[in-house]
């Protein structure tokens, strides 16, 4: 069985490349995804790429996700800071995940501090850029599990 990534990127990651490069850099979404594909295609796993702006549609494809993946990596983006109902989410599903962010948002605002997902994740990586997601992924290919024959 082939494993497989979720790839969760939350509200105004969209506009990545765009918005306030002084922070984010002028990588594009697409660029990101791309390149985590071509990185998890190298080690035998499956990446599946979803953005939304919107917490239920999140929410919505974390449910659709159980059993289908191995692993989630997510950038919940503003929603890590405010959202039970990712975090409820996330352990709902029983998905082993990693949270992460291009920035390190102990260097920003106060509100950016708190996580709501933090506590409940394998790891957590924050400040390396999008190369964030490169260390993610690495991560969930030598440490994810094989879900079950039975979850499916």
């Given amino acids: 069985m082939a494993r497989s990534i979720l790839l969760i990127n939350g509200p105004n990651l969209n506009l ?3 918005r306030e490069p002084h922070l984010y850099g002028s990588d594009t979404l697409d660029n990101v995804v791309s390149s985590a594909q071509k990185q998890a295609a190298s080690l035998s796993i499956a990446i599946d790429a979803f953005q939304s702006n919107h917490e239920g549609a999140i929410i919505d494809r974390i449910h659709a996700a159980r059993g289908k993946v191995d692993a989630v990596i997510i950038n919940a ?3 890590t800071h405010t959202s039970v109902g990712i975090r409820d989410a996330l352990t709902g599903v029983d998905i082993p ?3 992460v962010h291009v920035t390190n948002v102990h260097m ?3 509100f950016r501090h708190q996580s ?3 506590d409940k994740a394998e790891a957590v990586i924050c400040g390396l850029g999008v190369y964030g997601y490169t260390a993610s992924i690495e991560f969930a290919a030598r440490h994810m599990k094989p879900r079950k ?3 499916l």
């Fill in 77 to 79: 983006g503003a929603l």
């Fill in 97 to 99: 995940f990693v949270e």
């Fill in 116 to 118: 709501y997902l933090s």
């Fill in 149 to 151: 024959q039975s979850q």
């Fill in 108 to 110: 920003r605002e106060s």
């Fill in 16 to 18: 990545l490349g765009t």
